[in-house]
């Protein structure tokens, strides 16, 4: 089955360090998907990309997030620096958008940080 | 793993009997419906979707059923096993199908007593 991967599974890090966290979407997959998981506030939209282009980042702080696709291989999500209310766990999905909705949103199986 | 929401509704049933997980939704424009289940330190896994062009659809052992006058979603699983104890969460499209990423709820936790 085709599937999302994504590196680390796990990060432990300092207060104040950078951390980027990696992701491979399915082959074929027109979108990609950051997603930020906590106990109190659920599933959260970060960002999204289109053919490799921001489509909405409106979720994400700008001021210590950033989110990249170099290519159609690999997208990724930075913080700089990092803070303790950062941490989290991190999904990246993917998908392909189509005329008449989505198909195969499909998610990985998520980057756990912890920020100490 | 981790536990998603300390004050997750939890739907508690017998192993073999059938579950009833229920989902309301906020936007009359939303026209596309996803269903996800989500174990102890896994990602979210697709289920069964459901276009807004339909009332009921039907996978192995689940059932979606949609009711847009009321704007309410709900998953049934038949023949529930401890295996599908895990978290669900319904996430809709809110219109412009394609375009949007999902939105989420918030979740229900199913616990399948052997």
């Known amino acids: 089955d085709a599937r999302v991967t994504q590196t680390p599974r796990h990060k432990v890090t300092e207060m104040g360090q950078e951390v980027t966290m990696r992701c491979q979407p399915i082959?074929?997959?027109?979108?990609v998907f950051w997603y930020r998981q906590t106990m109190m506030q659920g599933l959260e939209l970060l960002a999204y990309?289109?053919?490799?282009?921001?489509?909405?980042d409106s979720g994400m702080p700008k001021d210590r997030f950033s989110a990249e696709m170099p290519d159609a291989t690999l997208a990724t999500l930075k913080i700089q620096p990092s803070e303790p209310r950062d941490s989290a766990v991190y999904f990246c999905?993917?998908?392909?958008?189509?005329?008449?909705?989505?198909?195969?949103?499909?998610f990985g199986s998520g980057t756990r940080l912890t920020v100490v | 793993g981790e536990s998603v929401g300390l004050h997750l509704p939890t739907l508690s049933v017998q192993e073999g009997d059938n579950s009833i997980i229920n989902c309301a939704y906020s936007?009359?424009?939303?026209?596309?419906f996803i269903w996800y289940k989500q174990e102890s330190g896994k990602g979210p896994q697709f289920i069964i979707d459901?276009?807004?062009?339909?009332d009921k659809r039907q996978g192995q052992r689940v059932t979606v059923l949609l009711n847009k006058t009321v704007k309410h979603l709900s998953l049934q699983i038949a023949a529930t096993q401890p295996g599908d104890s895990a978290v669900y969460f319904c996430?809709?499209?809110?219109?412009?199908?394609?375009?949007?990423?999902?939105?989420f709820g918030s979740g229900t936790r199913l616990q399948v007593q052997p």
């Open positions: 459901i276009r807004s062009n339909m």
């Open positions: 990309f289109r053919n490799r282009a921001p489509l909405d």
């Open positions: 082959l074929g997959h027109n979108t």
């Open positions: 936007n009359s424009a939303s026209d596309y």
């Open positions: 999905a993917s998908g392909l958008a189509t005329q008449t909705g989505w198909s195969g949103y499909t």
């Open positions: 996430a809709e499209n809110m219109g412009d199908t394609g375009r949007r990423a999902l939105t």
